[in-house]
């Protein structure tokens, strides 16, 4: 059985209710699973909400083990498959009930594993002379790496069998959440992580990622009075030919500078882009031919990759390329798409404009749609980016 779709049906509270109902069985056995332990945790998720519901019972809990136990002698666990090798470790366990929330960001392998541990004794009767049963349960919203799965086993009408058994989550399920303020706090997620936490979608990457063309406005120019930054992502391959003029590499990477302007009333412009593919000595004159194009007022930041060949990058832009320049390293720390959702939320808000050009406006509005299923995302990734980079010297000065 799965439970899931919009965010604040319940879910986790039906799983943990799921599992405690044969608590009073001798030998029974429950798990509970999450994607890391962090996430069992956290306040008010399915390890805490044990305890406020258990603490004041004769239900003893082991933080060594992260373990009810019950004066039946029952027992309920928690874990998590955070590591790929993880559900190695449960394979000599029985479970009577196996309870997996959120499941969508599991890998698909280890729920299927997790299958071969539900197992009992022929004569497990509860106290009524009931049998118990095995149960296989699941909770999650859309999207995460077994999304695709879980939506044709679970989900598609189409593709799950007969015996499989889907209900749908929704917000009004729940009465106890404040509904109109959980809404508003949607509203700031970007448009594909809405539609499928609010709405319970889980078609909605069929639909496209998450940017939409119509979403930027073309505008002739930017404001005077405004925060510049030129943002540059270094390509980590070059563009290699052979003597027919076929490319060696099916897919480089492009070194991208993005130029950015946010004015006072929060509109974020898009004024420049360049785009290359060229040699590390081609691309440090490039840089510098646009910081001397470009407003003296517009910082310089460049993407820092890991390590000591990082470090040195940076250390040459600023001895060697662009000495007097403002220019700092930037060292992300999240995956792009990270990155990516703050722009796509403002985006969709329509507070982001493009300088009209027609040489890189159709490049990067092809890119920003097709982001992040196409191979090519180093403009979005640069633009993301130097807004976070804006965002947060906006945040710290509060001004310009």
């Given at each position: 059985?799965?439970?899931?779709?919009?965010?604040?049906?319940?879910?986790?509270?039906?799983?943990?209710?799921?599992?405690l109902?044969?608590?009073?069985?001798?030998?029974?056995?429950?798990i509970?699973?999450?994607?890391?332990?962090?996430?069992?945790?956290?306040?008010?998720?399915?390890?805490?909400?044990?305890?406020?519901?258990?603490?004041?019972?004769?239900?003893?809990w082991s933080?060594?083990?992260?373990?009810?136990?019950?004066?039946?002698?029952?027992?309920?666990?928690?874990?998590?498959?955070?590591?790929?090798?993880?559900?190695?470790?449960?394979?000599?366990?029985?479970?009577?009930?196996?309870?997996?929330?959120?499941?969508?960001?599991?890998?698909?392998?280890?729920?299927?594993?997790?299958?071969?541990?539900?197992?009992k004794?022929?004569?497990?009767?509860?106290?009524?002379?009931?049998?118990v049963?095995?149960?296989?349960?699941?909770?999650?919203?859309?999207?995460?790496?077994?999304?695709?799965?879980?939506?044709?086993?679970?989900?598609?009408?189409?593709?799950?069998?007969?015996?499989?058994?889907?209900?749908?989550?929704?917000?009004?399920?729940?009465?106890?959440?404040?509904?109109?303020?959980?809404?508003?706090?949607?509203?700031e997620?970007?448009?594909?992580?809405?539609?499928?936490?609010?709405?319970?979608?889980?078609?909605?990457?069929?639909?496209?990622?998450?940017?939409?063309?119509?979403?930027?406005?073309?505008?002739?120019?930017?404001?005077?009075?405004?925060?510049?930054?030129r943002?540059?992502?270094?390509a980590?391959?070059?563009?290699?030919?052979?003597?027919?003029?076929?490319?060696?590499?099916?897919?480089?990477?492009?070194?991208?500078?993005?130029?950015?302007?946010?004015?006072?009333?929060?509109?974020?412009y898009?004024?420049?882009?360049?785009?290359?593919?060229?040699?590390?000595r081609?691309?440090?004159?490039?840089?510098?031919?646009?910081?001397?194009?470009?407003?003296?007022?517009?910082?310089?930041?460049?993407?820092q990759?890991?390590?000591?060949?990082?470090?040195?990058?940076?250390?040459?832009?600023?001895?060697?390329?662009?000495?007097?320049?403002?220019?700092?390293?930037?060292?992300?720390?999240?995956?792009?798409?990270?990155?990516?959702?703050?722009?796509?939320?403002?985006?969709?808000?329509?507070?982001?404009c493009?300088?009209?050009?027609?040489?890189?406006?159709?490049?990067?509005?092809?890119?920003?749609?097709?982001?992040?299923?196409?191979?090519?995302?180093?403009?979005v990734?640069?633009?993301?980016?130097?807004?976070?980079?804006?965002?947060k010297?906006?945040?710290?000065?509060?001004?310009?």
């Amino acid at each position: 059985m799965f439970y899931g779709g919009a965010v604040g049906g319940g879910k986790s509270d039906a799983l943990l209710m799921g599992a405690l109902q044969y608590m009073d069985t001798p030998g029974y056995s429950a798990i509970l699973l999450r994607a890391t332990f962090k996430e069992l945790s956290l306040p008010d998720a399915i390890m805490s909400r044990s305890k406020e519901w258990l603490m004041n019972t004769d239900a003893k809990w082991s933080e060594s083990e992260k373990t009810w136990t019950f004066p039946s002698g029952a027992v309920l666990c928690f874990g998590h498959l955070d590591g790929p090798n993880d559900h190695h470790q449960y394979q000599s366990a029985a479970f009577q009930f196996i309870g997996i929330d959120e499941a969508s960001k599991l890998r698909w392998n280890q729920i299927r594993y997790m299958f071969s541990r539900l197992r009992k004794k022929v004569d497990m009767y509860d106290p009524e002379g009931r049998p118990v049963p095995l149960r296989f349960r699941m909770a999650s919203n859309p999207g995460g790496p077994s999304h695709e799965p879980i939506k044709v086993k679970y989900i598609d009408p189409k593709t799950r069998k007969k015996t499989v058994i889907f209900v749908p989550a929704w917000l009004e399920d729940n009465p106890h959440l404040d509904q109109e303020a959980y809404e508003l706090s949607l509203m700031e997620l970007d448009y594909v992580t809405r539609e499928q936490l609010r709405k319970g979608r889980w078609d909605v990457v069929a639909e496209g990622g998450l940017f939409k063309r119509h979403w930027f406005k073309i505008v002739p120019m930017a404001p005077i009075k405004a925060k510049r930054i030129r943002y540059w992502d270094l390509a980590a391959t070059e563009k290699v030919l052979t003597v027919t003029g076929r490319t060696r590499q099916n897919h480089p990477d492009w070194t991208v500078g993005a130029k950015l302007a946010w004015d006072p009333d929060g509109i974020l412009y898009i004024e420049d882009i360049i785009r290359v593919q060229e040699t590390p000595r081609v691309v440090e004159k490039l840089v510098k031919q646009a910081a001397i194009l470009d407003e003296r007022s517009t910082s310089v930041v460049m993407e820092q990759e890991p390590g000591a060949a990082g470090k040195n990058t940076i250390d040459n832009y600023l001895r060697n390329v662009l000495p007097g320049w403002d220019f700092h390293g930037d060292r992300p720390t999240g995956q792009k798409e990270e990155y990516a959702r703050p722009l796509s939320a403002y985006s969709e808000a329509g507070n982001v404009c493009i300088f009209r050009d027609p040489r890189w406006n159709g490049t990067l509005l092809n890119e920003f749609e097709a982001f992040p299923y196409d191979l090519n995302d180093d403009i979005v990734d640069a633009v993301s980016k130097g807004f976070w980079i804006l965002s947060k010297t906006k945040k710290r000065c509060g001004t310009w």
